[in-house]
């Protein structure tokens, strides 16, 4: 089971199509939470996520805004989409409903 912050941030990194930076995931769930989320608390969690083959990064493109920097771009994985239609799935049986992710274009 994963944590809620956990699948907030695979669906984050599920709609980056495999571009997803750091800052971008920061972003969007600061928007979802209606509050700041920290930047440690986002890359604890992809770091965490990376650690349980979740999700995979690679290094982007330097950017000369970032001082030359490489950005890490963030893409879901098969077993991070597995462990994001399990976590909806079971939300979903709790609140009194069934079903899958499948809205979202993860399984058929």
Same mark, same amino acid.
């Not at 769930?29 to 608390?41: V, Y």
């Given at each position: 089971m994963i944590s809620k912050l956990?699948?907030?941030?695979?669906?984050?990194?599920?709609?980056?199509?495999g571009s997803a930076t750091a800052s971008e995931v920061q972003a969007a769930l600061?928007?979802?939470a209606k509050k700041?989320?920290?930047?440690g608390s986002v890359f604890t969690t992809l770091d965490r996520l990376s650690d349980k083959k979740l999700v995979k990064w690679r290094k982007g493109e330097p950017?000369? *805004?970032r001082g030359g920097r490489a950005p890490r771009l963030?893409?879901?994985?098969? =077993? $991070? *989409?597995?462990?994001l239609d399990e976590a909806v799935r079971a939300t979903r049986i709790? =609140? $009194?409903?069934?079903g899958s992710i499948a809205p979202w274009g993860v399984l058929p």
């Amino acid at each position: 089971m994963i944590s809620k912050l956990e699948e907030l941030t695979l669906f984050v990194v599920l709609r980056g199509s495999g571009s997803a930076t750091a800052s971008e995931v920061q972003a969007a769930l600061s928007e979802a939470a209606k509050k700041e989320q920290s930047f440690g608390s986002v890359f604890t969690t992809l770091d965490r996520l990376s650690d349980k083959k979740l999700v995979k990064w690679r290094k982007g493109e330097p950017d000369r *805004r970032r001082g030359g920097r490489a950005p890490r771009l963030y893409e879901i994985t098969g =077993a $991070g *989409r597995k462990a994001l239609d399990e976590a909806v799935r079971a939300t979903r049986i709790a =609140a $009194g409903g069934s079903g899958s992710i499948a809205p979202w274009g993860v399984l058929p």
